[in-house]
């Protein structure tokens, strides 16, 4: 499995973003997938994450009206689109895949242990 992210940067408060992971290797549409993210010293936290097809979403609340999540099983691609972003969202973004057996709901899935496989991570950086 490969999960390729791309589209971290340098930008401005109130600038935007946009993040975008490749998959290879897995049966994409078989996974939820994820974005979390991670400032030195601190834990990997979940940022939003998209269930298979796309018809469930879930965004943290710090995030929320700001970073909007989607994906694009056909090109194996999920994306993560950031408005309006703020120093605090500095931090390296890395996306994940999650794979279940059975029907599991995005809100029980939130922490790193839940993701099996992850990509390299893109920085990103806010400045004020």
């Known amino acids: 499995v490969q999960l390729q992210a791309s589209g971290g940067g340098l930008v401005q408060a109130g600038g935007s973003l946009n993040l975008s992971c490749a998959a290879s290797?897995?049966?994409?549409?078989?996974?939820?997938m994820g974005w979390f993210r991670q400032v030195p010293g601190k834990e990997r936290r979940i940022v939003s994450s998209?269930?298979?097809?796309?018809?469930?979403?879930y965004v943290v609340d710090s995030v929320k009206g700001r970073f909007t999540i989607s994906r694009d099983n056909a090109r194996q691609t999920v994306n993560l689109q950031m408005n309006s972003l703020k120093p605090e969202d500095t931090a390296v973004y890395y996306c994940?895949?999650?794979?279940?057996?059975?029907?599991?709901?995005?809100?029980?899935?939130?922490?790193?242990?839940?993701?099996?496989?992850w990509g390299q991570g893109t920085q990103v950086t806010v400045s004020s």
């Open positions: 994940a895949a999650s794979f279940s057996r059975v029907p599991k709901s995005l809100s029980t899935r939130t922490s790193p242990q839940d993701f099996d496989d």
């Open positions: 290797g897995l049966t994409f549409s078989s996974y939820a």
């Open positions: 998209i269930s298979k097809f796309g018809g469930s979403t």
